[in-house]
């Protein structure tokens, strides 16, 4: 029965017609005119200093260079660990083994087959899925290695007391023994150590996986877990546990051991455990998670979808007064204690794990369920501005500089997609930085443009943004624009060619109407920048015709459901991406819809709706020319009189160039007619 109230809760949520900011994943319009059109721009800040956390072992002396083979003085107090006779886990395999015949009736034939491998990892160990033998090496540990050098011993004593390494060995404990590179890679609380075992290129224990091996792993997202919240409604309840060592926790198979080496201060340890890094340790690791979790769920009535996991995350969000968040952490929690699998403790800033609250921490993001929004914790947004600002100060950029930033806005923009289209020409400058032939290149004004637009999204992302809901297909009670443009050709005598469309409102009643056509020459015959000629570039044509009536009757767009009904699919392709592949200029016009969109607060929809196969769609290719228009055709239009577009859209028109700042000229425009 809880199932149907959830179910019918997220129906109701998404099929209303009426549509706000919330619906859109944004604020109030003042925050996001601050974002697209200040002119401040926030400075460095500086970073909290990464304080260092009190050694585990401070019997080890301390070194003044790592880079060296230490006395005896140095290893008298160091631990040490002879190679396991068989594998070893602090998971108790037996209990995990009762656990999964005792509920074999309530698991799913794929959970089950999942959790037979799981106890078999824990037991025997988990596999390597190597193709091939691979050669003996000797790889040099990275500099970073030495230079975090006291905290890298200090772990490495650590795992070996831990039962997690063996060693330390004067000489290589294997025949073909393998000796892959120690790094150290800074974090926000800690220095995590890393076993490099994608290298060397080619000869790495990665590039030797079998790719048809280990199961294909499944992770949630910000972006979900945030949509689980808004179908489990205000005041819901969240809990995140986390998995203490998780990789650590599954032993290596025996026969693989030799594999997983590694040397330091001039002596050779092996790593017994998964490596953190290695490609099938991911697989092996999520095959036992994913078997606890399934397990949790047969003592529990928490429908599935609301429970998340991303390897040793296990985030759930619940209605408040269903109990199912409460029910399933007592489970969850009760389960882990008695297969001996240590959880993170709560934390106090709900960050780590936490248990049954409204707000805290979960995949990178900060989420709040009493005002259902979301926002950056402070120490990712102040580094995302101070990098885009380091990125922006060097001018030239290489390709691992440029695909670092991506990748940090690529994250953003999962939680807001109105700042995807602000992605588009950073995307052609890694392009063009691929293509060239220099190791860098001058960054241009636009992506400098664009990139000052998410400094100051990230410095309002301080305030909460609303969670942003999952797309859908439009409501039952929606409004239909369906349009049609006609091309040109550079030698065409038809000079009243242009724009039809014609707009249904909620009960088919017809709404809106128009016909704009263009004399050639003029906009017909003119040509991009590249010099492309604009008849040709039907996704820019037909995106344009798109935007009329946004443009004419913005009244009749607001807080509405808007279905466009377009012939070309690639407009359909570029809405959904937030911009076009092959087309900038079609991409300039997506991001004036987005911004226009945001701010009459309308859901569009562009649906592909193949040529003159409805009346609506004979018609707006009817008024696409002056020809093929009827007097019945001229009839109607004349009833909805005669509007005229904006002028920067016209003179856009006249003379397409890739200006993007299009969309704010658009709004300047429209803002002393439509928005005061």
């Not at 459901?561 to 699919?569: A, F, M, S």
Request: hydrophobic share 35%; proline share 6%; aromatic share 10%.
């Amino acid at each position: 029965m809880r199932d149907i109230e959830i179910k019918q809760t997220v129906i109701a949520y998404t099929s209303s017609g009426a549509v706000n900011s919330s619906s859109l994943g944004l604020p109030a319009w003042y925050r996001v005119w601050f974002w697209l059109s200040a002119s401040s721009i926030p400075v460095l800040s500086n970073m909290t200093a990464q304080t260092q956390k009190p050694l585990k072992n401070p019997d080890i002396p301390v070194l003044t260079n790592y880079d060296c083979k230490p006395d005896e003085t140095f290893w008298s107090k160091f631990p040490f660990r002879p190679l396991p006779s068989s594998p070893s886990t602090g998971i108790s395999w037996q209990r995990l083994e009762q656990m999964v015949q005792a509920r074999k009736s309530l698991l799913t034939i794929p959970e089950y087959l999942r959790a037979l491998r799981a106890v078999s990892y824990l037991k025997e160990g988990a596999p390597s899925w190597q193709i091939s033998d691979l050669p003996s090496m000797l790889c040099k540990n990275a500099r970073s290695a030495f230079e975090y050098g006291v905290s890298l011993t200090d772990t490495v004593a650590e795992w070996v007391k831990a039962g997690f390494v063996a060693g330390p060995f004067d000489q290589p404990p294997f025949r073909n023994f393998r000796v892959n590179s120690l790094m150290m890679v800074p974090q926000k609380d800690k220095i995590r150590p890393i076993l490099n075992v994608s290298s060397p290129e080619g000869y790495s224990l990665n590039d030797n996986v079998n790719p048809h091996g280990p199961e294909k792993v499944r992770m949630s997202s910000a972006r979900q877990f945030g949509h689980s919240i808004l179908d489990s409604g205000k005041n819901s309840l969240m809990s995140k546990f986390d998995m203490c060592n998780a990789y650590k926790n599954i032993p290596c198979r025996l026969k693989d051991l030799w594999l997983q080496g590694f040397r330091w201060c001039g002596k050779f340890f092996v790593d017994i455990s998964q490596i953190f890094g290695a490609i099938a340790a991911v697989s092996n690791f999520d095959t036992v998670g994913h078997t606890v979790k399934s397990l949790a769920h047969t003592y529990s009535s928490i429908p599935r979808n609301l429970v998340h996991k991303q390897l040793d995350d296990v985030p759930l969000v619940a209605p408040k007064k269903s109990g199912w968040c409460q029910e399933f952490s007592s489970v969850y929690t009760s389960l882990c204690k008695s297969l001996n699998i240590q959880l993170a403790s709560e934390c106090p800033l709900k960050e780590k794990a936490f248990m049954n609250s409204t707000r805290g921490k979960v995949l990178g993001i900060e989420f709040d369920s009493e005002k259902l929004t979301w926002r950056l914790p402070d120490d990712k947004r102040v580094d995302y501005i101070n990098s885009i600002l380091t990125f922006i100060d060097n001018q030239e950029q290489n390709e691992k500089n440029t695909e670092e930033i991506l990748g940090k806005l690529n994250f953003v923009s999962t939680m807001c997609p109105f700042m995807r289209t602000y992605k588009v020409n950073l995307k052609e400058y890694l392009k063009t930085i691929k293509l060239s032939e220099s190791t860098s290149c001058p960054l241009p004004v636009e992506c400098l443009s664009d990139l000052n637009v998410w400094l100051r999204f990230l410095q309002d992302n301080k305030n909460w943004v609303p969670i942003c809901p999952k797309t859908c297909h439009p409501p039952l009670r929606h409004k239909t624009f369906t349009t049609d443009a006609a091309g040109w050709s550079a030698d065409s005598l038809d000079s009243a060619v242009g724009f039809g469309c014609i707009g249904l409102g909620e009960e088919g009643e017809i709404v809106f109407a128009n016909q704009s056509l263009w004399n050639l020459p003029g906009m017909g015959r003119s040509r991009d920048n590249k010099e492309k000629f604009l008849g040709n570039k039907t996704t820019s044509l037909e995106f344009s015709g798109i935007l009329i009536p946004f443009l004419l009757e913005p009244e009749l767009m607001k807080n509405q459901h808007i279905l466009i009904q377009v012939d070309n699919i690639g407009c359909v392709f570029a809405w959904e991406n937030g911009y076009s592949k092959q087309d900038n200029l079609a991409s300039i016009l997506v991001r004036v819809l987005v911004v226009l969109a945001s701010r009459l607060n309308c859901i569009v929809h562009v649906h592909h709706h193949p040529r003159n196969t409805s009346w609506e769609s004979r018609l707006a290719d009817r008024l696409s020319r002056e020809r093929t228009t009827t007097p019945q055709d001229k009839d109607l239009l004349r009833s909805f009189g005669k509007r005229n577009l904006p002028n920067s859209f016209k003179n856009w028109m006249s003379r397409p160039t890739e200006d993007w700042d299009l969309p704010i000229k658009i709004l300047n425009d429209m803002s002393s007619s439509f928005f005061g």
